[in-house]
Nanobody, 116 residues
Framework: QVQLVESGGGLVQPGGSLTLSCAASGTSFSFSTYAMGWYRQAPGKQCELVASITTGGSTNFADSVKSRFTISRDNAKNTMYLQINSLKPEDTAVYFC????????WGQGTQVTVSS
């Protein structure tokens, strides 16, 4: 059974930083073959893609987070990261990770709250 577990969320003041992690586990789950992505869902809003990274390391970002978010992956650790800088109140959301290849897997999410 495949599991994606997000961590690193919390309450942060505007202008602060966070690093989110998404750890993947499961028998016969080959992390390096999966395209990975970070999504977020704010209260009352639709879930949106904020960043993605391919198996080859190519990255893509939503316009609203470019220059502030960095996505990376460590295939040896079966883990993906999202470095978030210059946090804004509108970044408040539950952040989910997603793995896509032959199947799609989602994590349970981690809450990020940006407030003074």
């Amino acid at each position: 059974q495949v599991q994606l577990v997000e961590s690193g969320g919390g309450l942060v003041q505007p202008g602060g930083s966070l690093t989110l992690s998404c750890a993947a586990s499961g028998t016969s789950f080959s992390f390096s073959t999966y395209a990975m992505g970070w999504y977020r869902q704010a209260p009352g809003k639709q879930c949106e893609l904020v960043a993605s990274i391919t198996t080859g390391g190519s990255t893509n970002f939503a316009d609203s987070v470019k220059s502030r978010f960095t996505i990376s992956r460590d295939n040896a650790k079966n883990t993906m990261y999202l470095q978030i800088n210059s946090l804004k109140p509108e970044d408040t959301a539950v952040y989910f990770c997603k793995a896509t290849w032959r199947r799609v897997y989602w994590g349970q999410g981690t809450q990020v709250t940006v407030s003074s």
